[in-house]
C-alpha cells in the first residue's frame, strides 16, 4: 500500500523512493523481521497456553530429540502473519501476481495449520491424511496456476525454461497445469520434509528467497532480462517485495527457533514457505533453477523416496534413517552440526544456482 506514496512526489522528492522496488523490499524486510520478533514472545505464550504438551515427537526418531517435548509448534504462524502484513504494505496492490503468491502461500498455510491442530488435538504425529492434504493443495496450486497462465506473457505462459541455454523453452500447453501443480506441491513438501531440527529448514528458505528475490528483479525488469537472456516477465519484479519480507520473517523467526528452539514452525511454515517458494519459480520461469538453488530440499526428498523403494523392493534401508538429516544424527552428528554443515550446503547450491543467470 505504501507504494501509493509515490503519486506525492510532487510534493517531496522523498515520496519518489516509494516508487523503487529496491527501497520497497528493504522495508519489507525490516518490517517482516521487526514484527516476527514482536510477536514471537506473545505467540510462544499463547500456543504454550492452548497447547500444553507441544508438538508430538517421534517414537522412533533420535533420543536426543525426547528433550524437545512440550516445545509448541505451529509457529509458522508468526512467519505468515509477518510476511502476510510486510508484503500487502510495502507491495503494489495492482500486482496481480503479488496476490496469487499471497493466495498459495496462506492456502497453504491453512492446510498446514490443520495438519498441525490435529496432530496436537491426536496427540500423534498422524495429522491429516496425505491424500486429503494433497487433494487440498491440488485444488489451490490449479487455481493459482489459472490466474499465473493469464498474467504471464502469452508466448511463454505454458513453457518451461531451460537454464545455461540462450530462449530454450520446452512448450507443454495444457500439461502446463500438472507440470505446476508438481512444482508447488512438491517445493511445499519438500520444505517439510527439511523441517526436523532447530534452524535446519528456515535458513535454506531465506537463502533460496533471497536468490528468488533477485532473479524475480531481474526478469521484471526489460534491460536485465535481455543483457542476462533470460525470460522477460513485466510485473514480476514486484515479488521481490514478497521474497524480502520472507527473508525478514525468516531471520526473525529463527531467532525463537535457534537451537535449542523455543518453538517449531510446524507445516503451518513450512508447507506455506515451500509452497509460495514454488509459485513464484513458476511465475519467474526458473521453476529448474528451484531445485538448484533448494537443492538441499531435493536432496532430503530424494533420502525419503530411494529409502522408502528400497524397503519395500529390497526390504533393506539405505539410510540410518530418513530424512537423511536424522541418517546423520544416528551416526553420531551432534543436531548443531548437521544444521550447521547442511546451511553451508544450501549457501553453495544458492550460488550455483544463481550462475545460471549468467552461464548461457
Not at 507491495?91 to 501476481?97: D, E, G, K, Y
Not at 505454458?158 to 530462449?167: L, R, S
Amino acid at each position: 500500500m505504501l507504494s501509493l506514496l509515490a503519486e506525492l512526489k510532487d510534493f517531496s522528492i522523498i515520496f519518489n523512493l516509494f516508487n523503487y522496488v529496491s527501497f520497497r523490499t528493504g522495508g519489507a524486510i525490516l518490517t517482516a523481521f521487526i514484527l516476527s520478533l514482536y510477536i514471537g514472545p506473545r505467540m510462544i505464550v499463547w500456543l504454550k497456553s492452548l497447547q500444553g504438551a507441544g508438538q508430538p515427537i517421534r517414537n522412533d526418531g533420535p533420543e536426543t530429540h525426547l528433550k524437545k517435548a512440550g516445545t509448541p509448534t505451529m509457529g509458522g504462524l508468526m512467519i505468515l502473519i509477518s510476511v502476510t502484513v510486510s508484503t500487502v504494505l510495502w507491495a503494489s496492490p495492482a500486482n496481480p501476481f503479488i496476490w496469487m503468491a499471497l493466495l498459495v502461500m496462506v492456502g497453504f498455510g491453512a492446510l498446514g495449520f490443520v495438519d498441525d491442530f490435529l496432530k496436537l488435538t491426536k496427540r500423534n504425529t498422524d495429522g491429516m491424511s496425505g491424500k486429503l492434504k494433497l487433494a487440498g493443495q491440488a485444488i489451490i496450486s490449479i487455481i493459482a496456476t489459472s490466474g499465473i497462465v493469464y498474467c504471464l506473457p502469452k508466448e511463454i505462459a505454458t513453457d518451461v525454461a531451460i537454464p545455461f541455454f540462450k530462449n530454450f523453452f520446452v512448450p507443454l500447453g495444457i500439461f502446463f497445469f500438472l507440470w505446476s501443480i508438481l512444482v508447488m506441491i512438491g517445493a511445499s513438501n519438500a520444505v517439510n520434509l527439511t523441517d526436523g531440527l532447530d534452524g535446519l529448514a528456515i535458513v535454506p528458505v531465506a537463502i533460496a528467497a533471497a536468490c528468488f528475490g533477485l532473479i524475480a528483479y531481474l526478469v521484471g525488469r526489460v534491460d536485465f532480462s535481455e543483457y542476462l537472456q533470460i525470460p522477460y516477465v513485466p510485473g514480476t519484479a514486484e515479488l521481490a517485495i514478497l521474497c524480502g519480507a520472507l527473508v525478514g520473517g525468516a531471520m526473525g523467526f529463527l531467532w525463537f527457533n535457534a537451537p535449542p528452539a523455543m518453538i517449531f514452525m510446524g507445516d503451518t511454515g513450512s508447507l506455506a514457505m515451500g509452497g509460495v517458494l514454488g509459485t513464484i519459480a513458476i511465475m519467474v520461469k526458473h521453476e529448474l533453477v528451484l531445485a538448484i538453488v533448494g537443492g538441499l530440499f531435493v536432496m532430503e526428498t530424494l533420502s525419503v523416496i530411494i529409502q522408502v523403494l528400497s524397503f519395500k523392493i529390497r526390504g533393506k534401508r539405505v539410510f540410518l534413517m530418513a530424512p537423511i538429516h536424522h541418517h546423520f544424527e544416528k551416526k553420531g552428528w551432534s543436531e548443531s552440526t548437521v544444521v550447521i554443515r547442511f546451511w553451508i550446503i544450501a549457501m553453495v547450491l544458492a550460488l550455483i544456482g544463481l550462475s545460471t543467470l549468467k552461464l548461457r
